[in-house]
């Protein structure tokens, strides 16, 4: 029995055996059959991937050129921005040149820091470079030929015309600077015997000066005598002010002189009782009854020096009483920034004339001298209500503070304060510096043509 079982089970391994080298033949026969087709697939997975290789270069490529078109449009775009901007700069620059062959060049007039005055006159030499530009300023009512030739006829006549103009607009820039607060009316008429001696040298080619281009050379010399009265305005204000720092420090010396001779009073009446009561003492009968009656009247002379005394000396020692100053130095500071302080001093211009001396390249120019009996607290008051604009929001005694002077006015208006004000400084030394600097400016520009 159990050899049977053992050659069916040898039997049984036998035949798994044949049967798993036949699964194992089978599976090299497909396997020979399908390699061809594994190949294939293989090498589809690598072209695939050399295809997406690539495919991203030649993306990566192409997001440069569009990289690469965007800037050469950005620069493009610039290039002709720049372009524009000196073909405008140059189309100026030639229409500049041409406005000057008629004589119109830059006024170098000086209006100070007015801006208002300054945009006028631009406006209005705006106005006379269209007429030039538009030829309108002056017009040849005769359509000239030269030889039968209209050509040259037309060229005559813009000779002409050029010639006329520069000769006027010449004449009325050498004329306009010599206007003053008083002399407007002979201004103009000089201007108009110009404007009337050469038309009457266009008369033979029949041109003329047109009104509305004389017109406006007469606006323009109205704004520069517009400045001149202002100057003229600034220069009585500051005589005022100083009269009245003058007529302030007089009083002062009025003051100190009153409680001088006040003390000389009240020491000569208590001398002279001093002696009456000596006497009276001796005296008898009528005698005595009169110096009772001159002691009497001693006494009433002696309290009344007293009283003056004591006001006078009060007076004169109030601690708080002195000046409140507004001073400003454009020259240094520019415009709207004023130093506002105070000075005891029985010159008070003398501090002003110290602070002007001290680092600062131009003198200081007083608005107000406002004095006070109780100058700290007029001055702490405006410190207050200014201390917003000060410079110096740091060190508040540097005393600076950028204020237009109309609001500077209303708080002192306000504070029940009578006081003078200046609104526009004279500020000698800087105007006339920076006429210096503008006349060499102008040598150095005429050299170098």
């Known amino acids: 029995m159990l050899t049977e079982i053992s050659v069916s089970t040898a039997i049984g391994l036998l035949i798994l055996v044949i049967y798993l080298m036949w699964l194992a033949i089978k599976q090299k026969r497909n396997l020979a059959r399908f390699q061809g087709v594994l190949d294939v697939e293989a090498e589809k997975m690598k072209v695939k ?79 006379q470079k269209t007429m030039i530009r538009e030829k309108t300023a002056i017009i040849c009512s005769t359509d000239w030929t030269v030889d039968g030739s209209r050509t040259d006829g037309k060229k005559m006549t813009n000779r002409q015309i050029q010639l006329m103009a520069r000769a006027f607009n010449g004449e009325c820039d050498s004329i306009v600077p010599k206007v003053r607060y008083n002399n407007y ?7 108009t015997r110009v404007y009337d001696a050469i038309n009457k040298l266009g008369e033979p080619q029949h041109c003329r000066i047109q009104e509305s281009y004389f017109n406006l050379k007469i606006d323009e010399l109205v704004v520069v005598h517009e400045y001149q009265e202002q100057l003229q305005f600034e220069k009585e204000e500051q005589r005022r002010i100083n009269e009245q720092i003058r ?30 009561r000596q006497e009276i003492e001796q005296a008898t009968g009528k005698r005595q009854e009169k110096l009772q009656t001159e002691i009497q009247r001693l006494n009433e002379l002696l309290l009344e020096a007293q009283v003056n005394k004591e006001r006078a000396m009060s007076r004169a020692q109030m601690t708080r009483s002195g000046h409140v100053y507004i001073i400003s130095n454009i020259g240094s500071f520019g415009e709207n920034v004023y130093k506002i302080g105070m000075t005891r001093r029985l010159e008070p211009t003398d501090r002003v004339r110290e602070l002007g001396d001290a680092s600062v390249p131009f003198r200081f120019d007083i608005h ?17 209500l200014l201390e917003k604009r000060s ?57 170098s043509k």
């Open 247 to 276: 007529e302030e420090q007089r009083a002062q010396r009025e003051l100190e002189k009153a409680q001088q001779e006040a003390e000389k009073e009240e020491k000569r009446y208590q001398r002279a009782l001093d002696e009456a």
């Open 368 to 384: 107000a001298m406002i004095y006070s009996e109780d100058a700290p607290a007029l001055e702490n008051h405006l410190h207050g």
């Open 49 to 127: 991937a050399a295809l997406e290789a690539e495919r991203e270069e030649i993306n990566t490529a192409i997001t440069q050129l569009y990289q690469q078109r965007d800037k050469i449009r950005e620069e493009k775009s610039r290039v002709e921005g720049k372009l524009a901007s000196l073909n405008r700069q140059l189309s100026t620059l030639e229409d500049e040149v041409n406005i000057q062959s008629y004589g119109l060049y830059q006024p170098k007039y000086d209006l100070g820091f007015s801006t208002e005055l300054k945009n006028r006159l631009d406006q209005i030499r705006k106005k």
């Open 185 to 191: 009316g002979r201004i103009v008429d000089r201007m």
């Open 391 to 447: 410079v110096n929001r740091i060190n508040s005694r540097k005393e600076f503070f950028n204020v237009s002077l109309e609001e500077v006015e209303e708080i002192v208006r306000k504070y029940n304060v009578e006081a003078q004000f200046i609104r526009v400084p004279p500020a000698e030394e800087f105007r006339k510096t920076q006429a210096i600097i503008t006349q060499e400016r102008q040598s150095d520009a005429g050299g």
